[in-house]
C-alpha cells in the first residue's frame, strides 16, 4: 500500500499569509495527487486533482505543484475562511490512502 | 447536479452489522464508481472500498474481511456492510462519486454518523 505523509500536522498564521502543506508518497505515484478541505461539522471539499488542477470555483489563492512522490499545497494569501484541515490523497491505485491532515488555524 | 445522501442506522450494537445506503440524485448511478470513506472523531479520513456498477469492488485491506458493498442501478442506490463491527468503527461515515481518469471524489454526501454501542 502506498503511505502518503504530511507535513506540519498543524500551523497557525495570519490572515494574508502565504502557507505551504507538504505531501510525500511512500513511492512515485504520477500526477495522481488530490486535494481535501475539511471544515468542521462539514463533508470534504476536493480542492485539487492531478496535483495542479483547480476544481471550478475554488479560489486561485489555492495552487498546488510536485511530481513522483513530493507535492505541496499553497495557499498565496490566507483567508478567515481558509481555517480548515487539508488532507492529500492519492488515487493512483487502491487502496486509495489520505495523508493525516494538517489543520491550518488563524493568528 | 449530482447530489449523494447517506442513510444508516444511527447506532448499532458491537459485534452486529453496520449497513449504510448511499441514494444518488440527480444524475444515473450507471458508468461510475463510488466510494465509502470514513472518519472517527479527532481522527483523519479513511477510504474503505470502491464499487463500481457492474458490481466490481475494491476495499481496504485493513477492513476487507469485514466489508461488503453492493450496488441497486434499479433505485440509483449503493451500500455498505461492515461487519463483526466495534467501538472503533464508530465514525462519519460518507460515500462519494470517484472521477474516472484521475479517480478523484468530486462529490460527496453528507455523512451520516453510526455510533457502535451496547
Known amino acids: 500500500d502506498i503511505q502518503m505523509t504530511q507535513s506540519p500536522s498543524s500551523l497557525s498564521a495570519s490572515v494574508g499569509d502565504r502557507v505551504t502543506i507538504s505531501c510525500r508518497a511512500s513511492q512515485s505515484i504520477g500526477t495522481y495527487l488530490n486535494w481535501y478541505q475539511v471544515k468542521p461539522g462539514k463533508a470534504p471539499n476536493l480542492l485539487i486533482f492531478g496535483v495542479s488542477t483547480l476544481r471550478t470555483g475554488v479560489p486561485s489563492r489555492f495552487s498546488g505543484s510536485g511530481s513522483g512522490t513530493e507535492f505541496t499545497l499553497t495557499i498565496s494569501g490566507l483567508q478567515p475562511e481558509d481555517v480548515a484541515i487539508y488532507y492529500c490523497q492519492h488515487s493512483y491505485n487502491t487502496p486509495y490512502t489520505f495523508g493525516q491532515g494538517t489543520n491550518v488555524e488563524m493568528k | 447536479q449530482v447530489q449523494l445522501q447517506e442513510s444508516g442506522p444511527g447506532l448499532v450494537e458491537p459485534s452486529e452489522t453496520l449497513s449504510v445506503t448511499c441514494t444518488v440524485s440527480?444524475?444515473?448511478?450507471?458508468?461510475?464508481?463510488w466510494n465509502w470513506i470514513r472518519q472517527a472523531a479527532g481522527k483523519g479520513l479513511e477510504w474503505i472500498g470502491r464499487?463500481?456498477?457492474?458490481?466490481?469492488?475494491s476495499s481496504n485491506p485493513s477492513l476487507k474481511s469485514r466489508v461488503a458493498m453492493s450496488v441497486d442501478t434499479s433505485k440509483n442506490q449503493f451500500s455498505l456492510n461492515l461487519k463483526s463491527v466495534t467501538a472503533a468503527d464508530t465514525a462519519v461515515y460518507y460515500c462519494?462519486?470517484?472521477?474516472?481518469?484521475?479517480?478523484?471524489?468530486?462529490?460527496w454526501g453528507k455523512g451520516t454518523t453510526v455510533t457502535v454501542s451496547s
Open positions: 462519494a462519486r470517484v472521477h474516472l481518469g484521475y479517480f478523484y471524489m468530486d462529490v
Open positions: 464499487i463500481d456498477t457492474s458490481g466490481g469492488t
Open positions: 440527480g444524475g444515473s448511478i450507471r458508468s461510475n464508481y
